[in-house]
């Protein structure tokens, strides 16, 4: 059990601060890139530890969304062997609290599931449709999940970079040496000839 929340936990938070960090570097580097003559103050960089922290938690629970959305024929199983184990008649209509004993069950073999399902009413289901239905739900919950947290994090990141682009220190020598540069007018030479 403890393995299982480990396994699940370790890989996406693994991955979760990879992909931010991944993603802080290039919008590092966009900023710096647009403006060549900027240089990040430490409100820059306070501003850049914030957002890291907010994507860091987002692509973590992206990631643990998406393996557990790769793992959902495995919780089927589960859901199917519970109900095959603890109801002979496969036949009969689910109520509330039935489904709600069928998924504690099924999360106390996968706890990984408690952080995202706590509890589903799927009364109305017959117990032989119910573990197809609640793996579609799973998916379509983690689906939800997974599109909600790319939005907040693409939000944080327009944000942080109106705040960032705001808070950026701007290199006077660098518009000194452009303004220098720029050619001046040209100028009418006049040719005077001397009369003898």
């Known amino acids: 059990m403890i393995e299982n929340i480990l396994a699940y936990s370790i890989g996406s938070l693994f991955w979760g601060?990879?992909?931010?960090?991944?993603?802080m570097c290039l919008f590092l580097f966009l900023i710096k890139g647009w403006y060549k003559d900027a240089y990040f103050?430490?409100?820059?960089?306070?501003?850049?530890i914030i957002?890291?922290?907010?994507?860091?938690?987002?692509?973590t629970i992206i990631c643990g969304a998406i393996a557990i959305k790769l793992n959902v024929n495995s919780f089927e199983n589960q859901v199917v062997h519970v109900v095959k184990?603890?109801?002979?008649?496969?036949?009969?209509?689910?109520?509330?609290?039935?489904?709600?004993?069928?998924?504690?069950?099924?999360?106390?073999?996968?706890?990984?599931?408690?952080?995202?399902?706590?509890?589903?009413?799927?009364?109305?289901?017959?117990?032989?449709?119910?573990?197809?239905v609640m793996s579609d739900t799973l998916r379509s919950y983690l689906n939800n999940i997974i599109i909600k947290k790319i939005a907040w994090s693409l939000g944080f990141v327009i944000l942080g970079a109106i705040i960032a682009i705001k808070t950026i220190g701007r290199n006077d020598s660098v518009k000194r040496q452009?303004?220098?540069l720029k050619p001046r007018p040209a100028t009418r030479i006049r040719r005077t000839t001397r009369r003898r």
């Not at 601060?17 to 993603?23: E, P, Q, R």
């Not at 957002?51 to 692509?59: D, K, Q």
């Open 41 to 48: 103050k430490p409100v820059s960089y306070i501003i850049a």
């Open 51 to 59: 957002l890291g922290t907010i994507l860091v938690y987002n692509c």
């Open 85 to 132: 184990s603890n109801f002979p008649d496969y036949d009969a209509v689910v109520d509330q609290r039935t489904s709600n004993d069928i998924i504690q069950q099924v999360v106390k073999e996968h706890p990984i599931l408690l952080y995202y399902v706590g509890s589903g009413n799927f009364e109305g289901w017959k117990l032989s449709e119910l573990p197809n």
């Open 178 to 180: 452009t303004t220098r």
């Open 17 to 23: 601060i990879l992909i931010a960090i991944v993603c």
